[in-house]
């Protein structure tokens, strides 16, 4: 008796065709339609981990992820209706799991053979953990050399921006004072409010420039990022226009977050702009905040991020969506995709600055003519939301008390001090830590409180209050500065009882009420201060 068609006998057409699927290089498995396994080269058995006895008879799901299993019998059901070849590589991500229970990555290319039992899906699989890890090797190598661009022009931009803060100090509070002398309406008068219009803009600019390269003081406070949002939502209608349409969803029992508010509700600005931009002709933005759990999977894949909690913000636009390129230089600084004069391309490099600092991570997905989605986690905080503190509308008038201020710029000093003189107390200023000290040193020298930059040269303004400290327990203390507390060593003033901190350039009604609120002033509203944080 032969087989037809092959000059062979039925023995050994079935024995040559066993041998044939021991030889290819692939697992080769085939499946019935109700599931079943009917065929299971030695490539197989090897790859699985079971003898190709235990294979064959057996469902396939019991080579299937438990993860996958629910939903596979349909896949299945799916592909019997509408049969295809599949050739390997074809992009789609696929997992299998061995008889030991591990899993791992595969390729799987399919296609049917008639049989006089039915149909029959056939499947060659292929083991691609190797080339899995190299791929993951090589985004991780991706992802730390971004990390150490955006870092060498966040130094260089952060250097520069703390410079010119000081400069836009003086110039913010001399206009002020020349305002003050002029009459309102006049020309003059007019004037001098574009100058602190045009120095509050370059100001905005700048803490830009500040937070992304991680320097700029950060006020930390429990938030509900729900609440953050939904107090947002009327700012954000005015700044999209009537041409874009704002839906937003929280989830009601979100994790609280750790962040200082203003730089929260900058990314929630920033993000919402740049997506209005990119729908000239109007669209539709979708701002969602839902928790979220980051696994070791995943984090293993990016090296920055840690396992655990997060609450994850969602905002997704109908625009016009980014190329390759834009989206691998999206977080440069200056890098901007609008027309000149339309953007400064901080928005996206400032959101990264502050959700980097705060522990989380961003990640955009995009393509031309698809509009993009950006998914920012940040990490839950193990506290209860506090209330926030209102804020006094001016400071309360001071009564001569003595004021010690420390700084080795000498404009910003002086502007510091005739803000202060203006406001109501005696001023002392010196321009290095040293002169500070020998001043705190006489017992004869009153003082009710010490104003000190942090980063001056010769002595640190937290060096500084470390010896003035036992010279003169329980002074209070207020630093300025631009640079965020992870520079001006958190330990030291967390250590030191009421110190706070004011951010350059400061405003004079800012630097009076923190004033104030460090010395404790009696005022019909919260004093507006900032305590160091721990």
């Known amino acids: 008796m032969h087989a037809p068609n092959t000059g062979l006998s039925v023995g050994e057409a079935d024995s040559t065709f066993e041998r044939f699927l021991d030889a290819l290089p692939d697992a080769i498995v085939g499946v019935k339609r109700a599931g079943t396994i009917v065929i ?11 003898p190709r006895g235990q294979l064959v008879g057996q469902p396939v799901e019991l080579l299937v992820p438990d993860r996958f299993k629910q939903r596979h019998p349909g896949l299945r059901d799916g592909y019997f209706s509408e049969p295809r070849t599949r050739p390997m590589g074809s992009g789609v991500e696929l ?10 990555p595969v390729e799987i290319s ?16 292929r083991d691609i953990s190797a080339r899995a890890e190299g791929d993951r090797e090589q985004s991780l190598v991706e992802e730390l050399n971004q990390a150490r661009r955006l870092e060498s022009v966040g130094q260089l931009a952060g250097g520069i921006a703390h410079d010119f803060n000081n400069l836009l100090g003086v110039i913010l509070n001399a206009a002020q004072f020349v305002a003050d002398e002029l009459e309102p309406g006049s020309p003059a008068h007019d004037d001098v409010e574009e100058i602190q219009r045009s120095a509050e803009r370059a100001a905005a600019l700048t803490r830009q420039l500040l937070i992304f390269s991680r320097r700029e003081v950060a006020m930390l406070e429990v938030l509900d990022l729900g609440e953050v949002i939904a107090g947002l939502e009327n700012l954000l209608h005015r700044a999209l226009g009537e041409r874009v349409e704002l839906e937003t969803m929280s989830a009601k029992d979100l994790a609280p977050i750790e962040i200082d508010p203003g730089q929260l509700e900058q990314v929630l600005v920033n993000l919402s ?28 894949s990016h090296p920055s991020t840690k396992p655990g909690a997060y609450v994850r913000l969602k905002v997704s636009d109908t625009g016009t969506g980014m190329d390759e390129e834009a989206l691998q230089r999206a977080y440069e600084p200056f890098f901007t995709t609008k027309a000149e004069g339309k953007g400064t391309g901080l928005g996206l490099a400032t959101v990264y600055g502050i959700v980097t600092s705060a522990g ?44 010690l201020v420390v700084e080795d710029e000498s404009d910003v000093r002086r502007m510091a001090e005739r803000i202060l003189t203006h406001g109501g107390y005696s001023v002392i ?6 002169e500070a000290l ?54 030291t003033l967390a250590e030191r009882p009421g ?19 460090t010395l404790n002033v009696e005022s019909d509203g919260d004093d507006g201060g900032e305590s160091a944080p721990s």
Do not use: W
């Open 110 to 125: 399919l296609s049917t053979i008639e049989t006089k039992d039915g149909t029959v899906a056939t499947a060659a699989i």
């Open 95 to 104: 997992y299998a799991v061995r008889k030991d229970g591990t899993e791992f």
């Open 40 to 50: 299971a080269n030695q490539q197989a058995a090897a790859l699985f981990g079971y």
């Open 429 to 434: 200023g010196v321009g290095r830590g040293a």
């Open 499 to 517: 110190a706070r901190f004011i951010e350059k350039p400061f405003s004079r009604e800012n630097l009076l009420r923190t004033v104030a609120a």
């Open 438 to 491: 020998e001043i705190c040193s006489d017992p004869r020298q009153a003082i009710d409180l010490v104003l000190t930059d942090v980063i001056m040269p010769e002595m640190l303004g937290t060096e500084l209050i470390e010896k003035v400290t036992p010279l003169r327990p329980g002074l209070p203390v207020l630093f300025m500065s631009g640079y965020s507390h992870a520079v001006l060593a958190p330990e």
């Open 273 to 300: 702009v740049n997506a209005r931009d990119a729908m000239p002709e109007g669209g539709r933005l979708i701002i969602e905040a839902e928790n979220a759990v980051l696994d070791e999977e995943f984090t293993g």
């Open 360 to 403: 989380g991570r961003i990640d955009l997905y995009s393509e031309l003519g698809m509009g993009t989605t950006v998914k920012v986690h940040l990490p839950a905080a193990e506290v209860d939301p506090g209330a926030l503190k209102p804020r006094a509308e001016s400071a309360p008038t001071a009564r001569g008390q003595v004021v």
